[in-house]
């Protein structure tokens, strides 16, 4: 597996392990962008796709976490029944873990590789 180290700061790319499954298209990730709730039933699922680099996985998390707002921010309109479980707020703490271990693993990255300082 090779690891693809940095590239010129605006076009970053962070490590990633290359599988032997070919890399989405980007039109296939545009749409899991576009609505990642129908491509993954879990968050974990998204996280586990070695289709997808880091930041393909940041850009899916962002806009999961936009959807999943906007739902929460439908169902206060509605207001729910009592006791109801709000899938929305769990779904967006599981997002929010989810980025921050990205985000984990990308400044380890660049604390550890001197071409990236």
């Given at each position: 597996?090779?690891?693809?180290?940095?590239?010129?700061?605006?076009?970053?790319?962070?490590?990633?392990?290359?599988?032997?499954?070919?890399?989405?298209?980007?039109?296939?990730?545009?749409?899991?962008?576009?609505?990642?709730?129908?491509?993954?039933?879990?968050?974990?699922?998204?996280?586990?796709?070695v289709?997808?680099?880091?930041?393909?996985?940041?850009?899916?998390?962002?806009?999961?976490?936009?959807?999943?707002?906007?739902?929460?921010?439908?169902?206060?309109?509605?207001?729910?029944?009592?006791?109801?479980?709000?899938?929305?707020a769990?779904?967006?703490?599981q997002?929010?873990?989810?980025?921050?271990?990205?985000?984990?693993?990308?400044?380890?990255?660049?604390?550890?590789?001197p071409?990236?300082?």
């Amino acid at each position: 597996m090779e690891t693809i180290l940095c590239q010129p700061f605006t076009e970053r790319r962070f490590p990633v392990k290359k599988s032997p499954h070919e890399r989405l298209s980007t039109a296939d990730l545009e749409m899991i962008i576009s609505d990642p709730s129908d491509h993954y039933k879990t968050i974990d699922a998204l996280m586990h796709d070695v289709r997808l680099t880091t930041v393909d996985k940041i850009k899916v998390l962002e806009s999961w976490a936009q959807e999943e707002t906007a739902l929460m921010n439908a169902e206060d309109e509605n207001m729910p029944e009592q006791g109801s479980i709000n899938r929305p707020a769990f779904l967006l703490q599981q997002i929010n873990k989810a980025q921050d271990c990205l985000l984990h693993t990308i400044r380890h990255h660049f604390e550890t590789t001197p071409e990236c300082r």
